[in-house]
Structure formats: C-alpha cells, structure tokens
C-alpha cells in the first residue's frame, strides 16, 4: 500500500522541526578551537560529550510518517590534535614560544633537525607585534630608514595584498629572515645574515619569486602535511581523487593516441557502450577494460549515465583532448623551427570529398643531430588558385607559426605557372619579403614532365600508351573477360596508367611485356567466342598489339621506365638532397645516352618476343605521289621500314629524353653548384675554393663570414686524417653534429651545411597529406570541421611525434581546463 503523501502545510511544519534539531545539534559540537593547541595548553574533548553527540545522531525521528534516516557515520575526532590556529594560513603565527628555542632566528647557531620539527609544530611567529623597529635603524644619504609592517605583506596587480607569512624580524639584529629558507639551507641573505636594505625592497620581491624559495616552501609545507595538520585527510582524499581521473585519462588519451595515428574514425552513430555501432573510440575502450579491471569497474559506473555527469568518455571529452594533443605537437613543431633557425616550406593543394580545396603547408629543417625533416603544419581550405591568394595563406600561415621570414631558405612548388612565375608568381612574392628564399622545382614533378614530353614527342609514342590503356580498359570493364584474361597470366596481371606519377606507368607497361603472348591469346579467344562489338574490339586491339613495330616499342619503353621509376622512388625520400638530385639526374642522362646506339638490342629482343620478322609498313604496298609534269623522280629515296622507325621515333625518344633531363638539371645544379665546393676540398686547388667561398658569401651575406675560408682549409686538413671521410653534405652534416666541438671549430661549415639541407628537393610530402586527406576526410566524414580536420591530419601525419608526446603534458593542459569539474591537478 503506498504511503500518503503529506501536504504542503505539514511538509513544512516537519522542515521546520528538522531544521530546529539540526540548529541543537550543531550548537553541542564543540568548535575547533577546542581541538586546536595553543602554546603550551592542551585541551581535550569530553569523551561523554561525545557519545552525547553520537546519541543525537543515532536517535530516530519520531514525528510524522517518515523515520529520518540514521548517519552513516560521524567524524572521528582525535582525543589529542596538534596543529596550527588558522588552516588557511599557509604557515600559521604562534602566540607563545618554546623553551628551548627562540624565536629570533639571529640566535639560531645551528640548524637541527630537532630545531626545524619544532617550528614545523608550533608554527611561525613573525615578531611584527612591536610598537617599533628601532633596531632596524638604517643611515642613507638622503634620511634614515627603517623595517615596517608594509614588507611583511605584498600589493599584486588587480589591488589584492596578501601576506607574506615566511618573513621573521629579527629583533636583536633589526633583519628581516624567511623562515623555509633558513631551516631548508636556503640561498641569499634572507637565509644566512638577513636582509635590511630597507631602500630596496624590491629585493624581497625577487626573493619571494626564486625557484630556490619556493622549493624550500614547498618543503615546509609537506613537513607540515606529513606531521599531522588539520587537513591531512583532506589532502590525502584529494590526491587519491585525482589519481583516480588521471588515471581514466590516461587510458582515454591512449585510445586516442592509436586510432589518431593510423587515421581511423572515432565516434559512431550512437554513445552507448555495449552497442554494436558506438563506433572505434568506444569499441578500443570496451576492449582494453576486458583486461584492465580499473577501466571496466569505470566504465560500468559512469559509461552510460548520459549528460550531466562526469565520466570522461564522451564525445566532447574526446574532441577537447585530440585538439590539445594536435597544438602539443604543433609546439614540438614550431620549437625545433626555432631552434634550427634555418627552414624551407612548400605547398600544394588537391579538391578534398566535399569539392573543398585544401592547400598543404610542408616546412623542412634540420634536427639537432643534423638530419633534416619535413614536418605537416596543416590544411588550409580554400586559399584560391591565384598568386596572391596563395601568398596571403602562406603567409597567414606561417604567422601563426611565429616563423621568422628572414631565415626562410627555400620554397618548393610544382610548376604551375601561379606557383614557379618568375614575376608574378607565389615563389616570385615570396622572395619579396624573404630575399634568400630560393625556389626550387620539384624534381618528383620535373621528372614526370620528362617523361610525358618524350611519350608525347611523336605519333608512334601516344599510340603505344594510348594502346596500354586500352587494353587495361577493355579487360577490367567486364568480370567474363577479366576471368578469361587471368586463366591464360602466368605473371602480373595488367595495369592502368597512373594518373599522377608518369613514371609509374612501368608496371602497365611490363605487366604486358612480360605476358605479351598471354594478353593476344585472351584477345584471340574473346574474338572467336563473340561475334557482337566485343569481338571487334578484341580483335582491333590483337591488331595493334601483333606488329614487330609494337614490341620494339614495349622493349624499348620497358628498362627506361623502370629506370625512371627507381629514381622517382629515390628522390622522392624525405631526406633527398639536392647535390643527390643532380647526381641522379646525371646518371640517367648517361643512361638515355648510351642508349642511342642500342637500337640492334632491343629489335631483336622484340623479335624474339612477338615472333615477327617484318615491320607492318613493309608488308603494306609502297604508295608512289603523282609527280607534276615539270617534276622529276631524280633523287628521291625511300627509307625502309626499319630505317623509318628507327629515325623518326626511336631517335626522337631518345633525344626528346636527353633535352628534357638537362634542361630540368640545371635548375638543380646552379644552386648545388653554390655548396659543392664542400665535396671537392681535397682535390680543389686554394684559388678555386677562395672563388667558390666569395660567391657563397655573396648569396647569402647575411649568414656567411669570410672566416669560411679558413674554416674550409682546417676542414681540408682534419678530412685527410679519416679512414672514411663523408661522401655527401647529408652525411658531412651528420658527422659535424655528431661532435659539439666539431661545430664550435668549424661555426660557419656547420652553417653552410645547414642551410642547404633544409632546403627542399621534392614537395613530395604534401603530396603524401593528400593520403592522409582521402582517409581521414572520407564519404561518411565529410561534415567534420576544418579545424578538427586540422587536429586528425597533424597527429596522423606527425605519428612519430605522436608517438613520442608526454602523457602528462596532455592531462596537464586537460587538467588547467576541466579542473573545475573534477580535482586534477596536484
């Protein structure tokens, strides 16, 4: 039967009564202070006032239809408690004295630890109660000045004045003592002779803000803890509540850590633990509370209590902490730049899901140990396809980063005209603002226009690309004859043309040079089982490909390609030089070069592939002009077939290949050209190297000495001596950094080295954001904010200064903004 509820008028008349009892039973608890010791006095509690108070608290209430509760529990109050008058003061004054110390800390002739327990105790008595301070007398020029009660308390800014409660006068000697400082071996003269530069005061300030001092209050004040002070218990409950939520957050900003590097999903479509679509945040947390009993009990207690209340685990919990940890690496970021002084950027932009432009900002310097890396600061969305749209981002960009313009060394860009514009170009308005900001192309991109520009130099060439991409289009368009095409592959299956790397395009290339007799037995099957327009096509396609002039073209395309392609990959490495880049772009010269000559090589190889003897145009009847009456045939000679190939596309290839590498060379080589003397100091003469250090300084007066000269010949002689000297400036670098007396001998190679290494070769690390990008950024992300965006793409792509980011350092920064709703800090 369910009880009756009362009226309004009796719910208040049993308030009432409650209210009375409560006012009774406070007025027979004994105040602090009857706890509380002072000087020599002990009182203690009245053991039968106590269980008085007991009964009061056990005693249900009869009025009414409902019986109070009874306490759970009552506080336990000790029969004996030691502790200072005031808890709030920090180090609370004493009204009486010892016996066997004094109070003036002139008189103290050493300190013990007996004589540090004991104020530790009793507290500190600061001797300001005095009608004056006439043994502070002082004599200055302009008047005579003395200690007053102004410097025992401080005036902060907002008008607030709080006490300075460490400060003892000194009455014997007329000085003023800090007490922590002179029982903890404290620094200065507040902690030896005393202070009474009364003209001065300033003085006590600084003292009061030396780390010294604050250790030896620190110190004080665990003293006190540890020996039994009123809050004791407090503090102790408070600590171990903190404990216990950072101990949660450690084990959310894990999770964090995990799915944010690999650049996975967090939430779901819905926040309930236990559900199957909580999404990966929330299903990495159910797992590790199946091993960690700490995380399950937390989880079951506050997982699903809604809004409200404080669990930690939510969405929002979540975003704040990805945010904090994106601007920690960020600061990891922006302090190495400062600390490398030196730094290249490079930017490049791609349409991201929603059709936004996102321009990647990339800056490259040089790490203590002298190895350089090229580090992600971020998208920016839709900067515009202009020059001087792109150069307001950039440079909005890099003062938020507080980049220092004047160290700016390099940009690299690709070749569009809005970026390498040798007038109105970003790189042109860069170099406005930061003169030694040299642009360079990159070599990732110059290599692939290399390529493009030879496959375009002749009919031939398109055909034969146009034909690989046929091929991979007519097969894989269709399952049946794509399972036809695999029954008869022994090898790799065939590829598309790559649309961004030309240099890529070796594999569909040697997928079908590999399995040649393959791919025309799955045409010729396709062509004789369907009559329709399927057939046709296989059987126009099985035409092309079957000529000698086809296989000549698959042997000669096949190693260039695949030369290209390993080059690509080498230079294409975060730690790629620019002196590496010439030399990878002279190899591949010599290489097309020796090449000219190879052209018996490659037709027989081709003939033995195909099986064809005679080229397609000699099996074709020779076509004759009409010639005029006023015209003669005298002189007229027809190539043959081969000589026509030969002349017209294989030694156009290869010249169109050679022109376009040495063109794209010497972009490179003039500025390697500047450093390189540092590779020949053994062999260059005294003349060649003082010319070669006059024209660096001359492109960079602000950052070299003529002292390099001198530098260089040391640097000559101390080389001679290694088993091993360094081949490169990468490896030079990183043999001077090895030794911080290397780089104190030789200041101004060091810096040399320096410079030229943080610029860049490739932007091709923006061009890896743009993976990052597709994954983070996918179809059923596509509503994220570009700020939080901003936050997944830094912790995915700097992973390895995820990796090594402080736990700490997040809960602290988590801790200064959610303090108030949970202890965390210390």
């Known amino acids: 039967m369910s009880r009756k509820r009362e009226s309004g008028c009796e719910y208040r008349k049993r308030a009432k009564e409650r209210s009375e009892k409560n006012e009774e039973l406070v007025k027979k608890i004994p105040k602090i202070d009857t706890f509380l010791q002072k000087g020599d006095k002990k009182q203690k509690v009245d053991s039968t006032e106590l269980s008085e108070i007991q009964q009061e608290f056990d005693q249900p209430s009869t009025s009414g239809n409902n019986t109070s509760n009874k306490a759970e529990s009552i506080m336990e109050i000790p029969e004996q408690v030691e502790s200072c008058e005031n808890p709030k003061k920090a180090f609370p004054e004493i009204s009486g004295s010892s016996d066997n110390f004094s109070d003036d800390p002139a008189l103290w002739d050493e300190i013990t630890e007996e004589l540090r327990q004991n104020f530790i105790n009793r507290g500190i008595k600061q001797n300001i109660d ?8 002082r004599n200055y020029n302009d008047r005579v000045r003395y200690c007053s009660k102004g410097l025992f308390k401080t005036r902060l800014k907002n008008a607030e004045t709080h006490t300075r409660d460490f400060l003892i006068y000194s009455a014997s000697t007329g000085r003023l003592y800090c007490l922590p400082c002179r029982l903890f071996n404290g620094k200065g003269p507040f902690a030896s002779t005393g202070f009474n530069d009364w003209k001065n005061p300033i003085t006590i300030e600084q003292h009061e803000n030396s780390q010294n001092h604050k250790n030896c209050v620190l110190i004080l004040l665990q003293r006190q803890k540890a020996a039994g002070q009123v809050d004791a218990l407090h503090v102790k409950e408070y600590k171990r509540e903190v404990q216990y939520w950072r101990e949660v957050l450690k084990r959310v900003v894990a999770a964090i850590k995990a799915l944010a590097s690999r650049g996975l999903s967090f939430r779901g479509s819905t926040e309930v633990f236990g559900s199957l679509h909580n999404g990966n945040y929330m299903m990495l947390l159910e797992f590790l509370a199946e091993f960690d009993p700490f995380l399950a009990d937390h989880i079951e207690k506050h997982g699903n209590q809604g809004r409200g209340n404080v669990s930690y685990l939510s969405s929002s919990i979540c975003e704040e902490i990805i945010q904090i940890m994106a601007t920690e690496v960020l600061k990891s970021i922006d302090q190495e730049v400062t600390e490398a ?7 490049d932009s791609t349409p991201d899901i929603t059709h936004t432009d996102q321009l990647a900002f990339i800056t490259r310097y040089n790490k203590e140990d002298g190895k350089p890396v090229e580090r992600f600061l971020g998208f920016i969305p839709n900067p515009g396809h202009k020059a001087e749209d792109l150069y307001n981002a950039v440079i909005k960009m890099m003062e938020e980063h507080n980049f220092n313009f004047a160290n700016c060394r390099g940009q690299s860009y690709d070749n569009a005209a809005n970026m390498s514009g040798i007038y109105n170009g970003l790189q042109a308005k860069i170099k406005e603002i930061s003169p030694l900001a040299y642009w360079i192309p990159c070599a990732a991109h110059s290599l692939n226009f290399v390529g493009e520009h030879a496959a375009g130099s002749c009919k031939a060439s398109r055909d034969f690309f146009s034909l690989l991409q046929d091929i991979y289009v007519f097969f894989s368009i269709s399952t049946a004859r794509w399972g036809i095409l695999m029954k008869h592959l022994t090898g790799p299956s065939v590829k598309r043309l790559s649309t961004t790397r030309w240099s890529a395009r070796y594999e ?30 296989a059987k126009g396609l099985k035409i092309k490909l079957t000529s000698l002039e086809t296989a000549i073209m698959f042997a000669v395309w096949s190693p260039i390609l695949e030369r290209f392609d390993k080059v690509s990959e080498a230079i294409q490495k975060v730690g790629i030089g620019i002196d590496e880049v010439v030399l990878y772009y002279e190899s591949l010269v ?18 033995i592939n195909s099986g064809f003897e005679k080229y397609r145009s000699e099996e074709r009847r020779a076509t004759t002009r009409t010639v005029p009456a006023d015209e003669t045939r005298v002189g007229h000679t027809a190539l043959s077939g081969r000589e026509n190939f030969r002349v017209g596309v294989y030694l156009v290839i290869i010249d169109y290949l050679t022109r376009e590498l040495n063109q794209r060379k010497n972009c490179y080589k003039g500025f390697a050209a500047k ?4 590779l020949k100091l053994q062999s260059i003469s005294s003349e060649e190297l003082g010319v070669a250090v006059t024209n660096l300084i001359s492109s960079f007066p602000q950052d070299s000495d003529e002292k390099l000269h001198d530098e260089c010949l040391h640097f000559k002689s101390y ?14 670098s990183t043999f001077i950094r090895s030794d911080k007396s290397l780089v104190q001998v030789f200041p101004y190679i060091d810096i040399t080295i320096r410079m030229f290494l943080c610029t860049f ?14 994954r983070i950024l996918s179809y059923l992300r596509s509503s994220m904010s570009q700020e939080r965006l901003n936050s997944l793409a830094v912790l995915c792509i700097e992973a390895e200064l995820l990796k090594k980011l402080d ?3 997040v809960l602290q920064q988590f801790a200064e903004k959610k303090a108030r709703r949970k202890p965390l800090l210390v």
């Not at 002084?341 to 930017?347: E, H, P, T």
Request: aromatic residues 12%; negative net charge; proline residues 2%.
């Open 675 to 678: 450093f390189s003397f540092l």
């Open 807 to 809: 736990f700490e350092a």
């Open 761 to 774: 070769a490739t932007n091709c690390s923006a061009e890896r954001s743009f993976s990052a990008l597709k």
């Open 508 to 537: 569909a290339c040697n997928s079908i040079n590999q399995n040649w007799k393959e791919v025309v037995a799955a045409l010729s099957e396709i062509d004789e089982r369907d009559g329709s327009k399927t057939g046709s096509e």
């Open 130 to 137: 005095l009608l004056d301070f006439e043994a502070s007398r």
């Open 590 to 607: 010599d290489y097309i070069l020796g090449l000219r000559d190879q052209f018996d090589r490659f037709e027989e190889r081709a003939k």
């Open 341 to 347: 002084k030196y730094y290249s950027i490079s930017v």
């Open 719 to 732: 080389l001679a001596q290694l088993e091993q000297p360094p081949k490169t400036l990468h490896e030079m």
